[in-house]
């Protein structure tokens, strides 16, 4: 699969994320695929603003999730520059602690600790369309969070959630 990966990667010319962070109002826009292979300028970039927003940490995220989330901004019709709604992306093992002591929903062993999970939303798409068209992708779990105005996606195990 990684081979896979690697060839479909050196056909795309570039790939870019752009993020308004819903919790500190922060966005980004960064080219994180260049010329046939990933920047670390850009990957470094992302780190950094799909960091855990409560304490500051930071972890190396899957590139796997980002090639996700622009095939997924992709198959919805979404300009690249357009911004995701980031509600969550890598969280610190205290983060996750807390939180999955205060709900049962919060895996203990959450793929966000692994970097390889976020929680999002695009502003002018519903959420039940997004998570058609993350669940068409069968690239990891994805789970929908209505109540609270997001969709899961990782690239775990493919399964699926409500």
Known sequence: MAALSERVSARTPERRLAFVNANTRERCDVCFFADGRYRADGLAELNHAMRDWRTG???????????????LRDR????PTKPLRLVSAYRSPKTNGAMH?????VASKSQHMLGKATDIAIPGVPLNRLRDAALSLRAGGVGYYPHDGFVHVDTGPVRHWS
Request: no cysteine; glycine share 4%.
């Open 57 to 71: 940490a930071t972890r190396t995220m899957d590139p796997r999730l980002l090639d996700l989330l622009v095939r």
């Open 76 to 79: 919805l019709d979404i300009a």
């Open 101 to 105: 002591a205060r709900s049962h929903g």
